[in-house]
């Protein structure tokens, strides 16, 4: 679009001063022509270069998550093959369950032990009321026969040895009574302690029941939303264990951001809702239509990184760094989105509202750029 303007530029040069010869062709013309060809194509340039910013660092990003087992064991089957299509769910690979199917075996056992140990609790409680009750109608006698035998020996009808014997016997009665009361109280406290319906020594064991069987699910290996699995290099036999550092495999999520990099000066008329073309290397020849979602207003350059050191201030260095550029966060609408693998690269252009009409120029850049996509320009 650039030529035609220059190439109608100079059309009218040619007709006006040298077809109608309305202007003098001398060389005062002549170098004013040349300059003004210049000028105009200078300032058609700068201009576009504002109101429709291009990029030609233009990103597929895809967020990678390394799949590290949960459990350790042995891998029994690999269910998928790399690159393979795979929707939230799908199994990616089954570890050994045997120990763990063991263990919820164990617990299960467990809890109903627990369980019936629980309701022994109730017959134990009832017991240990009939306890306290009998004590205490002991200790009643023996306070009776100790008054008694008091009087008698005050009348003279009894002897010292009664009194001191049934004092002893009241004051053993006395400890059997608190001694039930106790295990009473014990057997109560026990009853009380609950967590939820369950009391606690049940609801203990049901809770590493819980874990055990959340250990055995762990055993078969998920896909943890839709995408590709790439490096499936384990295979059965292969042992894993649940560390960060040894992942099973990368698993590539569907979900994809486009991220094109703009020069800080170019970014003053963008704004999110604006229109944005893409032309990436893997589509040579297409031009992929999309929009503005956000500038993000931060780059490495304003970071400053936790330590003891003072930093280096940039007129420190010999010469001060480049200033990095702003990413713009492009969205395209899924309903008409090609296939684009992660890390594809290519070029974009933004169309802003400032000075429509030279969007064109614009437009026919990008697709130009994507033509030359077709091109593979090397020699081996």
């Given at each position: ?213 959340y250990d055995l699910e762990s055993t078969i290996i998920r896909a943890p939303t839709d995408g590709y699995a790439v490096n499936v290099a384990v295979r059965p036999g292969n042992f894993l264990t649940a560390m960060p550092f040894r992942p099973a495999m990368s698993f590539v999520e569907h979900e994809q951001r486009i991220v094109a990099f703009f020069e800080q000066n170019e970014l003053r008329f963008i704004k999110p809702g604006d229109k944005a ?104």
């Amino acid at each position: 679009m650039l030529e035609i303007i220059i190439g109608g530029y100079a059309f009218l040069v040619w007709l006006l001063c040298i077809k109608l010869k309305v202007i003098p062709w001398n060389i005062k013309t002549q170098v004013g022509a040349v300059s003004g060809g210049l000028a105009l194509a200078a300032t058609i340039i700068l201009t576009i270069n504002v109101v429709t910013p291009s990029s030609s660092d233009v990103r597929a990003i895809n967020y990678v998550v390394e799949v590290v087992p949960r459990v350790s064991g042995t891998v029994t089957r690999v269910a998928i093959e790399g690159n393979q299509r795979l929707k939230k769910g799908d199994v990616l690979l089954e570890i050994d369950s045997t120990p763990y199917r063991l263990k919820v075996k164990q617990l299960e056992a467990q809890v109903a032990d627990a369980t019936a140990s629980a309701k022994t609790l109730w017959q134990d409680l009832d017991s240990a009321k009939t306890q306290t009750i009998a004590a205490q109608a002991h200790l009643d006698l023996m306070k009776k026969r100790l008054g008694q035998a008091q009087e008698l020996a005050k009348a003279g009808a009894g002897n010292q040895f009664d009194v001191e014997n049934f004092a002893t016997e009241v004051k053993k009665a006395e400890s059997s009574v608190a001694n039930a009361k106790t295990a009473e109280a014990r057997v109560t406290t026990k009853l009380e302690a609950v967590v939820g319906p369950d009391i606690a020594s049940v609801a203990q064991i049901k809770a590493q029941l819980e874990a055990a069987k959340y250990d055995l699910e762990s055993t078969i290996i998920r896909a943890p939303t839709d995408g590709y699995a790439v490096n499936v290099a384990v295979r059965p036999g292969n042992f894993l264990t649940a560390m960060p550092f040894r992942p099973a495999m990368s698993f590539v999520e569907h979900e994809q951001r486009i991220v094109a990099f703009f020069e800080q000066n170019e970014l003053r008329f963008i704004k999110p809702g604006d229109k944005a073309e893409i032309a990436f290397k893997t589509l040579p020849g297409d031009v992929v239509r999309a929009k503005v979602d956000s500038i993000v207003w931060a780059n490495s350059q304003g970071q400053t990184m936790q330590s003891g050191a003072v930093p280096n201030m940039p007129m420190e260095h010999l010469n001060a760094p480049l200033a990095q550029k702003f990413a713009v966060k492009l969205t395209i609408n899924p309903e008409n989105k090609p296939f684009i693998p992660m890390g594809a690269r290519g070029g974009a252009a933004v169309y802003t509202e400032k000075l429509a009409p030279l969007h064109l120029l614009r437009m026919v850049m990008i697709r130009a750029q994507s033509l030359m996509n077709y091109l593979v320009l090397k020699l081996h």
